[in-house]
């Protein structure tokens, strides 16, 4: 799987290269939350409302939730990792993934993105004022867990020295009709192997002929529905909406 971090940037190598040099002597300021609030429709009958999709064994041993938790824990640390759950499923959640129960957030109505990263953004504030969030799904399946660590490292850098929002594009294989798509402006630089591009537009999940025209063009990613902020920008924008 190929990885590439979208987002507007304009900064000279010089430049790059020495916020690298600072990130890497500063205190880790990278959190994590994992939309785990799923209801149990879209995989069934092998999901139901008591066992949404994140929480079944598809793939290995382990559920998708256990599979991502694991995976972001590369990059940022689990004491920093923040699960947003429907209120009935918070304590068997902290009991699947071995964390304490105030890193479980139980939702009392589920909602979408939007509303779970203003909340987190929120919440973590308190905590640490130069927090980097990163918004993750709780089911995805990501074969190539090497690739996706090293661009998830670039995203966190990035976010954190530009204030900017930052989300991840898979390169596609086909023209596909059940993924949104990531537009890409050009590419502006390259931080240790991980393309870095400005973002042009989102669209939604195309019809058949339109996924074609993405694909052929070469300019498309598809969206992986992972976002990553500093929590101070995304709440100040949150607020402006």
């Not at 009958?45 to 994140?54: I, L, M, Y």
């Not at 504030?125 to 993750?136: M, N, R, T, Y």
């Not at 670039?154 to 020295?161: F, I, K, S, T």
């Not at 204030?163 to 390169?171: A, H, N």
Request: some cysteine; glycine content about 6%; overall charge positive.
């Amino acid at each position: 799987m190929n990885w590439a971090v979208p987002i507007p940037i304009n900064r000279s190598r010089a430049e790059i290269r020495a916020v690298q040099a600072a990130i890497q002597k500063k205190k880790s300021n990278a959190w994590a939350v994992i939309m785990a609030g799923g209801s149990g429709t879209r995989f069934w009958p092998e999901s139901r409302k008591d066992r949404a999709k994140q929480f079944l064994n598809l793939f290995g041993p382990h559920t998708l939730l256990e599979q991502t938790f694991d995976r972001i824990k590369k990059v940022v640390p689990a004491s920093r990792i923040l699960v947003f759950t429907a209120q009935d499923k918070a304590a068997s959640t902290a009991k699947l993934l071995r964390i304490p129960k105030s890193q479980v957030i139980g939702e009392p109505v589920g909602r979408n993105t939007a509303p779970c990263a203003a909340w987190a953004a929120s919440l973590i504030l308190k905590k640490d004022p130069s927090a980097v969030l990163g918004i993750f799904p709780a089911d995805h399946f990501i074969k190539d867990e090497k690739s996706f660590v090293k661009a998830l490292r670039v995203a966190y850098e990035q976010a954190d020295r530009t204030g900017m929002p930052v989300t991840l594009g898979i390169k596609p294989d086909q023209p596909h009709t059940g993924y949104g798509y990531l537009e890409m402006a050009g590419r502006k630089t390259a931080v240790r192997g991980t393309a870095v591009f400005f973002l042009k537009r989102f669209h939604e999940k195309p019809n058949l002929a339109t996924a074609k025209k993405f694909f052929h063009s070469g300019k498309f990613l598809w969206n992986a529905g992972i976002f990553i902020w500093r929590a101070d920008c995304l709440l100040e924008t949150t607020r402006r909406s």
